[in-house]
């Protein structure tokens, strides 16, 4: 009788010792399981995740079809050849070439500034021709975004005894997008869109101009021709790959966006078109 209560108590003490070490064998299996899955980088640091951001389409006239990406990782502009990045936490701006492997980098203010310049041909406060103040007309929805609508008007348009011209603007500005330090990653797209970006809080979606020549004493216009500067195609939110925003390898640096903007045989612009 005491043998076999001997031999059940080891049997007992064997099953709870098997217990014990299936559960901790299962709570290793568990916690290797998380380890292997979560995505790592080469050096075993994890892999950034997408982010919810915007993905924004355009034609605008002096680059053709571009893409926009922003999300709290960056922001890209991205058009056949040339492209555009900036990052936090400095918020530099790259412009590249990605055909010549060339780059100029901006400090956050010189870049804000020097894009500038380059969209509006370095003529902002030369031009001979004054306009009246902008004026909101009301709000409209562009691609999927409402935006406040401006125009102004040239108070001194060309004209002379027989003829006399009208040139309106109209342009479409929406709110900048709700995400962190999204001022400073919109500074570039919002500069290369917005006309009077200090007074207009946002960026430009839609831009058209209307040029008119009249005879005078005649009602119908000779020439109307309309303008579309800046068109917002698609404007969609979505996760973004923090990669987008990445410049990529083999990149010469420069010291004139110069280099970045023409082709190496001097041909011409990168592209042909800016």
Same mark, same amino acid.
């Given at each position: ?42 050096? !075993? #640091? ?43 936490? $400095? ?8 055909? &010549? ?14 894009? !500038? ?22 709000? #409209? ?13 040239? $108070? ?28 400073? $990653?919109?500074?570039? $797209? ?37 303008? &579309?500067?800046?068109?917002?195609? #698609? ?31 001097? !041909? ?7």
């Amino acid at each position: 009788m005491v043998k076999q209560i001997f031999v059940a108590s080891l049997r007992n003490a064997s099953l709870a010792a098997s217990l014990r070490n299936a559960s901790l064998a299962a709570v290793l299996v568990t916690a290797l399981s998380a380890v292997w899955c979560k995505p790592v980088g080469s050096a !075993g #640091e994890t892999k950034p995740v997408p982010k919810m951001g915007y993905k924004l389409v355009m034609k605008v006239n002096y680059f053709g079809r571009i893409e926009w990406s922003v999300s709290p990782d960056g922001a890209r502009l991205s058009s056949p050849i040339l492209a555009i990045t900036c990052k936090p936490p $400095l918020f530099e701006t790259h412009l590249y070439n990605t055909e &010549t492997k060339k780059v100029k980098v901006f400090d956050k203010q010189t870049g804000f500034d020097r894009l !500038g310049a380059m969209m509006e041909g370095g003529m902002a406060g030369r031009t001979r021709y004054k306009y009246s103040p902008w004026k909101k007309v009301g709000d #409209e929805v562009i691609a999927g975004r409402k935006c406040t609508k401006f125009t102004r008007e040239m $108070l001194n348009p060309q004209q002379d005894a027989q003829r006399y011209a009208k040139y309106v603007e109209e342009y479409w500005v929406s709110p900048q997008f709700d995400m962190p330090h999204i001022e400073e $990653l919109m500074a570039p $797209l919002t500069r290369l869109t917005s006309r009077d970006f200090k007074m207009m809080k946002g960026f430009g979606m839609k831009r058209i101009a209307t040029w008119q020549v009249y005879r005078r004493g005649v009602a119908k216009p000779d020439v109307d021709d309309k303008l &579309t500067y800046l068109q917002t195609l #698609e404007c969609k939110k979505m996760l973004i790959d923090p990669k987008v925003f990445d410049m990529g390898s083999n990149y010469k640096p420069v010291s004139d966006e110069g280099e970045i903007l023409f082709s190496d045989d001097g !041909g011409g612009l990168a592209g042909g078109r800016f």
